[in-house]
């Protein structure tokens, strides 16, 4: 037994005291206490406001045990600071009221200034880095990035076709390229100041990455990302990237400089491994089967564990975020089975 | 040069006198004699007037010179048409009115007659194979294939996590079982019956297969899949199986008894022949790709001939269907050039 965070341990690829787990998403609608904390008012009021920010990014530490915390926050938190006219409307996701559609809007995103723009966020991190523990639960902040923030940009809101961004990347790559290379900065400065107020790991959200094909991947999504992990190099904290139906993309995302790639249910984690190559993975239970019951998700969460022993590392998680009707008994069920068993599971699975 | 249908005899793996191309949704919304023809019904009214539903199928077969023609139908036209109460919401899709939950919902599923329940339908098919070519355009027939019109079904309309139906397929795989068994039936019904009025192809969309794990396809879809394609084997026309996001899911879907694979546009056509094996393959250019205009997408088009050369039989078309905003002289420009171009860049492709 070490005195190290497992969740850490993992994201280098080093032996954990445990197998770790935390649920993206695991701080919001599925809790009781999270919609008693909230209130009524617009996710990004709530952000603005540290102790309630604080609040809830501990709910799901208290309720399920998991091995990080993630910072209560949202992608489109950098844009909404430096006033690009954007808003989360419950139960559609980000609007922004004039969508981006030509060189003229790259004034609308002028550089974030933390202390300034966003010193709620700075707080919340710093009422978090007092209360948690920094070996059992270390706080991971995050940003997205520029291809999915340029999403609801360039759509104005979210997209099934992501058409009018295509268009875009593809007419105008020049612009493009410069809107990116903004939305990089913004990462870059959004995480930046969250792992100074004392974030222990950053997690890059490429979420709708896999709607494009490999070669848009490579040429319109990759080159920003591979800056915003490049600069964060420096930070020295894990960095993990993640995004949903990234199968194609998989083998690209790990050139990133990502040190561990997130993978959504699609792909079972034995064969990511196979075209990730050396890094430790995190992931992938569907969040859908946590509707099915405790003893169903429980078995395909072996099942996960099992593939993902074949990993140089494996965080467990869900595929994707947790749904808003998940019961919470059936996440904390999975926390303890991942606990209990993931490291036998792991060494049965290699010595077979 | 042969009197042979260019799509037909892609479809059977010969050699066809020029690379064949159709869109699905080919007929729609993108053009502005299918608005004017349709008229503000819904658009189950518009596929039950036989002269309407012939019209916009034969419009996009003018217009583009498209080498097969799709009826104008919707998946859900037989749970309809036999009463289960469901419509297609213009910019929602369809909607049930009542979902499925349990197995006294499977009484509201009786079989399919075809000349007492969609006798518009054969109607129509009657009309079109007076009206077309047999080998410059023959007509698709299609239907739905069970998971997908069970998401319908039991979501009560489109889905983003598909999580009541993933749960009831895991909580419930009898009743699971005996859905797809019933909707099977129902698809078989409604291909032979169009097949029997002188369709010359089967499409069977299985859209949002791709939502399931690879595991989860294996056990809950690819059997009724099966079912349907091996009973259809009899009508002795080409079957094809279509799916989006089916990287993972490829080399299941061509084990089930499907002649051609359709595929969507994140799996470069040379990458799914290495996961389908020997089958002709159909797709699969971006349909956003469409709105970046006719060069882009030209060159974009090119690359889909150059990988699809490796298939052993190619039928180009989108990865996914016509969104309603494409400009029609897009698609044509896309006709003209797979018709002038297709079999150079294959030839070249294939001896380079």
Known sequence: MTNQSPFLAACRGEEPAHTPVWFMRQAGRSLPEYRAARGTGSILEAIGQPEIAAEVTLQPVRRYG????????DIVVPVAAIGFGIDVVPGRGPV????????ADLERLRPLEP????PHVIETVKILVNELDPVSTPLIGFA?????????????GPSRTFSKVKALMHRDPELWADLCDVLADLAISFITAQVEAGAQALQLFDSWAGALSPHEYERFALPSTKKVMSTLEGLRVPRILFGVGTGEILSSMATSGADVVGVDWRVPLDVATKRIGDHPLQGNLDPAICLAGAEIAGNEARD???????????????????LPETDPDVLKAIVDLV???????ATRELSA
């Open 144 to 156: 997205g990035a520029p291809f999915t923030v340029a999403s609801y940009l360039v759509e104005g």
């Open 66 to 73: 998991v091995d990080a915390a993630i910072l209560f926050s």
């Open 304 to 322: 996960v564990l099992r593939r993902g022993a074949h990993a140089p590392g494996h965080i467990f998680n869900l595929g994707h975020g947790v």
């Open 96 to 103: 922004a009221e004039q969508p981006f559609t030509s060189r």
């Open 115 to 118: 202390e300034v723009d966003i």
């Open 339 to 345: 606990h209990a068993e993931g490291r036998d599971i």
